[in-house]
C-alpha cells in the first residue's frame, strides 16, 4: 500500500469556521490531489499539487485552498466551512500525471 | 455534465458468477480508462486500466473491455468472490490528464 495518510480522519464543526486537512506521504511522489466524494456524483477534484508550491484548481475548487510547502504535505483549507462542504474528503498521490492514483483513507468531514 | 456515466448504482450477484460492471463515457478526448475499487471507511484502491488503443485488458479474474465507437466500457469480474463485495468507480482521463470518474456501482455478491 502506498504510504499515504490524512488527518483527522474525522471532524465535526460549525459553519463559518475554518478548516484545515492533512495530507501526509512518505513516497515522495511529485503530484497530490484533494478529491471530495458525495452521493450521485462520485469524486471530483478540488485542487492538486505538481510539486512543492505549484498547485492548481480543480473542478470544484470554489470554498477551498491548498498549500504544499513540502514534498510529503498537502494541506486543504475550507476558509470559513459552509454545510455544502459536508463530505469525504481522499487524498491521492501519483509519480506523474499519467501514473496511476493512489488514495489515502479519506477524512469524514461534517459542517453543522 | 455528467461525462463519465454508471448508470446502474447496485448490482447483486451469486458467488462464483461473473459480475459485469458498465461504465458510459461522453467525451471522445478520453484516451485512459481506470476502475477503482471502494470498500466502506477506505480510500479507493486502484484495480485496472485500459489504454485507447486496447480494446481488452485482463488481470487475473478481473478484465475490463472497451468499445470506443460506442463510448462504452465494462468491468468483469469471473469468478465473482464475497471479498469484491465493494462500490466499483470508472474513471476516465484525456490529455490533461485529470481524472473524471463516475458516480459509483456498489456490488454486493451473494454467498
Known amino acids: 500500500d502506498a504510504g499515504i495518510t490524512q488527518s483527522p480522519r474525522h471532524k465535526v464543526t460549525e459553519t463559518g469556521t475554518p478548516v484545515t486537512l492533512r495530507c501526509h506521504q512518505t513516497?515522495?511522489?511529485?503530484?497530490m490531489y484533494w478529491y471530495r466524494q458525495d452521493p450521485g456524483h462520485g469524486l471530483r477534484l478540488i485542487h492538486y499539487?505538481?510539486?512543492?508550491?505549484?498547485?492548481d484548481k480543480g473542478e470544484v475548487s470554489d470554498g477551498y485552498s491548498v498549500s504544499r510547502s513540502k514534498t510529503e504535505d498537502f494541506l486543504l483549507t475550507l476558509e470559513s466551512a459552509t454545510s455544502s462542504q459536508t463530505s469525504v474528503y481522499f487524498c491521492?498521490?501519483?509519480?506523474?500525471?499519467?501514473?496511476?492514483?493512489?488514495f489515502g483513507p479519506g477524512t469524514r468531514l461534517l459542517v453543522l | 455534465d455528467q461525462q463519465v456515466k454508471q448508470n446502474s448504482p447496485s448490482l447483486s450477484v451469486q458467488e462464483g458468477r461473473i459480475s459485469i460492471l458498465n461504465c458510459d463515457y461522453t467525451n471522445s478526448m478520453f484516451d485512459y480508462f481506470l476502475w477503482y475499487k471502494k470498500y466502506p471507511a477506505e480510500g479507493p484502491t486502484f484495480l485496472i486500466s485500459i489504454s485507447s488503443i486496447k480494446d481488452k485488458n485482463e488481470d487475473g479474474r478481473f478484465t475490463v473491455f472497451l468499445n470506443k465507437s460506442a463510448k462504452h466500457l465494462s468491468l468483469h469480474i469471473v469468478p465473482s468472490q464475497p471479498g469484491d463485495s465493494a462500490v466499483y468507480f470508472c474513471a476516465a482521463s484525456d490529455s490533461n490528464e485529470k481524472l473524471t470518474f463516475g458516480t459509483g456501482t456498489r456490488l454486493t455478491i451473494i454467498p
Open positions: 491521492a498521490i501519483s509519480e506523474s500525471r499519467q501514473e496511476t492514483q493512489y
Open positions: 513516497e515522495n511522489h511529485r503530484y
Open positions: 499539487s505538481y510539486g512543492v508550491k505549484d498547485t
